[in-house]
């Protein structure tokens, strides 16, 4: 069977980070939802997503495809229904479709055609960008239950101190000394190569991926992702970070989440509470206006290559869009839109030609190629921004 995950209609409510990528690609617990419907599945995945992503995001077709809708999040009953359905056969929550069996991925679907079959149980689903932190607990439960059933954990050094040992998994050539991990409020999950430097304290649930650091006296709580090959320094709450981005020092990051080659400068800090403790409202790119969230709690969303400086402040409820570049003193206004260059006293337009001289930089110290494509994604992603750069 061909399986292909497409985008739904809560692209736009997760902008700025599906600018950059499908939602399948969005990561929320250990794994993206795109790796927990494979490793559940057992086979890999191609995507429907939008047109200036599918070169480096391709769907491929066959005669019999299953469509699954990328914001719902796999659990075993799911997969086994998944798995058994027929031609013209839909499952849905309510309203909204989680997966149907189709044999042509070029029509629009009339799903008044096909068999509706309600799936009852719990479901997690991916709506708003703030649910990526606020879900992260119950995501980094199931992919801990689903990554080390059957699996023992890597030995624990003894000169770390341990809550909860059983609910902390070490992977091979992860490096660890002169911690505290407390496993008592969540899962620890400790990837390939990841490394956890003395003195750092850790209240779980976490998730730490392949080749991640967190550096010396780190206070982490949970529930936090970092990552493959993410930084970490200073005090984190219930952060998540994609991955490649850095947060390399003191500061304060919360209720937050980071896309990919983000930087945050030293001693920065993002405020996920108001003085007044009232409902934090965040910049929904659906209506170009402020909304509601429901959230008391709610802290910085950052896309794809942006940076700031050091010492940078973040009021609560803040967006930056992707490849934003943010200094100096003084709070930033609470939407900051892509391609911009400044802070506190004004913005300009942060030209592409710069943009693509840091990329290049930056994901050449990870070893990877800044290549035509991805300069061709942020080149439509610059376009498509110009209407918020009216500073």
Request: with cysteine.
């Amino acid at each position: 069977m061909n399986y292909i995950l497409f985008d739904g209609d809560v692209r736009t409510a997760l902008l700025p980070f599906t600018y950059t990528r499908p939602v399948a690609d969005i990561r929320v617990g250990i794994l993206t939802i795109r790796e927990k419907w494979e490793k559940y599945l057992g086979l890999t995945t191609t995507t429907v997503t939008e047109e200036y992503l599918e070169e480096k995001y391709p769907m491929v077709e066959m005669e019999e495809n299953v469509l699954l809708n990328a914001s719902f999040l796999p659990t075993k009953l799911l997969v086994e229904m998944v798995k058994n359905l027929q031609v013209n056969q839909a499952i849905f929550k309510g309203e909204d479709v989680i997966a149907f069996f189709t044999t042509d991925t070029q029509e629009e679907v009339d799903f008044s055609a096909y068999e509706h079959i309600e799936f009852e149980d719990d479901i997690i689903q991916i709506k708003n960008t703030w649910d990526i932190f606020s879900l992260n607990d119950k995501a980094i439960r199931a992919d801990f239950d689903l990554i080390t059933e059957g699996r023992k954990s890597q030995p624990i050094p003894e000169t770390v101190n341990c809550v909860n040992r059983n609910d902390i998994f070490v992977e091979k050539g992860a490096k660890l000394t002169f911690a505290t991990l407390n496993a008592s409020t969540g899962p620890i999950y400790i990837g390939k190569k990841a490394e956890i430097m003395e003195g750092v304290v850790v209240r779980g649930a976490l998730a730490m991926c392949e080749g991640s650091v967190l550096k010396l006296g780190a206070k982490i709580y949970g529930a936090t992702t970092l990552g493959p090959y993410c930084k970490v320094g200073g005090e984190v709450n219930n952060s998540v970070l994609f991955g490649c981005s850095n947060k390399g020092h003191d500061g304060f990051l919360g209720n937050s989440v980071l896309g990919e080659w983000c930087n945050i400068g030293a001693d920065s800090n993002n405020s996920n509470l108001k003085n007044n403790y009232a409902e934090v409202k965040l910049w929904n790119y659906e209506v170009g206006r402020f909304s509601k969230t429901g959230l008391q709690f709610c802290g910085l969303m950052m896309g794809d290559h942006s940076k700031c400086g050091i010492n940078t402040m973040f009021n609560t409820g803040t967006v930056i869009g992707v490849s934003a570049n943010i200094f100096g003193s003084g709070f930033p206004r609470n939407f900051v839109p892509s391609f911009s260059w400044g802070g506190a006293s004004g913005f300009t337009e942060y030209k592409t030609n710069k943009v693509f001289e840091v990329a290049e930089v930056v994901m050449k110290r990870r070893g990877i190629e800044f290549d035509e494509r991805e300069k061709q994604i942020l080149e439509h992603i610059f376009e498509e921004t110009k209407q918020y750069r009216n500073y």
